[in-house]
Every structure is written in structure tokens, then in C-alpha cells.
């Protein structure tokens, strides 16, 4: 029980990590080209 909650948590705070650096990149690719390549791919996919 106590090892499947410690793998639980470490899954979450490595999900939390990707989602965190995913952010990271697009917030330093909006400083730098001054667009948000979110916004743009959901534009197009639109």
C-alpha cells in the first residue's frame, strides 16, 4: 500500500515537472518571438 502511494506521488510530481516546463518553454518562446505558439496552433487547428 505504502510503496503504490509513493508511486502515485512521484507520477504526479513528474506530470506537475513536464507541465511546469512545458510553460517554461512557451513563456521563453513568447519573450523571444513575442507569440504564443499555443495560441497560434489552436488558431490553425481551428
Request: hydrophobic share 50%.
Given at each position: 500500500m505504502?510503496?503504490?502511494?509513493?508511486i502515485?506521488?512521484?507520477?504526479?510530481?513528474?506530470?506537475?515537472?513536464?507541465?511546469?516546463?512545458?510553460n517554461?518553454?512557451?513563456i521563453?518562446?513568447i519573450?523571444?518571438?513575442?507569440?504564443?505558439?499555443?495560441?497560434?496552433s489552436?488558431?490553425?487547428?481551428?
Amino acid at each position: 500500500m505504502t510503496v503504490h502511494v509513493v508511486i502515485s506521488y512521484s507520477c504526479a510530481i513528474f506530470i506537475q515537472v513536464i507541465v511546469l516546463h512545458q510553460n517554461l518553454i512557451q513563456i521563453r518562446t513568447i519573450a523571444l518571438t513575442g507569440t504564443d505558439p499555443g495560441l497560434l496552433s489552436r488558431h490553425y487547428w481551428r
